[in-house]
């Protein structure tokens, strides 16, 4: 059973259309991590987010932590082809900082 | 420029043949990881470090061992390699182990084991 769970697992979708992805758990994490990695690169950070209900902006992309801290959302407006990649949400459970688990990805395409 | 570095990329080795792949960084990070990625699979954490002669056991660790007698390096060591250890495989690193640092990844090593 994957700890984290990521939908949809693929998304393609043409320049300029908005997306949201998700990522659920049943867990209670003390935090919340998004990666984005492109082909042939290892993962690179996006966000943390920490309290519960905490939303951050990052240009065209908003990320929302649960209130609950189980589940999270990634929000892209105006897709770009850019924004292709491989996003990856990861969260350490509450008293394991040193273990950070992955989950399995949101593969996104877009198109012009 | 900050980064983590491993070598090698790419590597095709033969089943039971002692393969060590290297992770340094240059940012001077507590705290250091190593990941596999296999499809469908996810990341899955292997060994990670706390600090100098710390490490421990992620989630797979069988078949890897590691070191840390610097802080600066990490490496991955397969002694008898077999072709389930095929994988794509990240170092990864932090400042420290704590809820607000995130990980600085390397570029991979793809491995296939014949």
């Known amino acids: 059973t994957q700890l984290l769970e990521q939908s949809p697992q693929f998304l393609s979708i043409q320049e300029g259309e908005n997306l949201t992805v998700y990522c659920n758990s049943s867990s209670v994490f003390s935090s919340l991590q998004w990666y984005r990695q492109e082909p042939g690169e290892g993962p690179v950070l996006l966000v943390t987010?920490?309290?519960?209900?905490e939303v951050k902006k990052l240009k065209r992309l908003t990320f929302q932590f649960g209130d609950a801290r189980k589940d999270s959302s990634l929000h892209i407006t105006a897709a770009q082809p850019g924004d292709t990649g491989l996003y990856l949400c990861a969260a350490r459970k509450t008293g394991t900082a040193s273990k950070l688990t992955f989950g399995t990805g949101t593969r996104l395409q877009v198109t012009l | 420029e900050a980064q983590v570095t491993q070598n090698p990329r790419y590597l095709i080795t033969v089943t039971g043949k002692k393969l060590t792949v290297t992770c340094s960084q240059n940012?001077?990070?507590?705290?250091m990881s190593w990941y596999r990625q296999d499809p469908g699979l996810g990341l899955r954490q292997i060994y990670y470090s706390m600090n100098v002669e710390v490490t421990d056991k992620g989630d797979v660790p069988e078949g890897y061992k590691v070191s840390r007698k610097e802080k600066r390096n990490f490496p991955l060591i397969l002694e008898s390699p077999s072709p389930n250890q095929t994988s794509l495989y990240f170092c990864?690193?932090?400042?420290?182990?704590?809820?607000?640092?995130?990980?600085?990844f390397g570029s991979g090593t793809r491995l296939t084991v014949v």
């Open positions: 940012m001077n990070h507590e705290y």
């Open positions: 987010v920490v309290t519960g209900g």
């Open positions: 990864a690193s932090s400042l420290l182990a704590g809820v607000n640092y995130g990980y600085t």
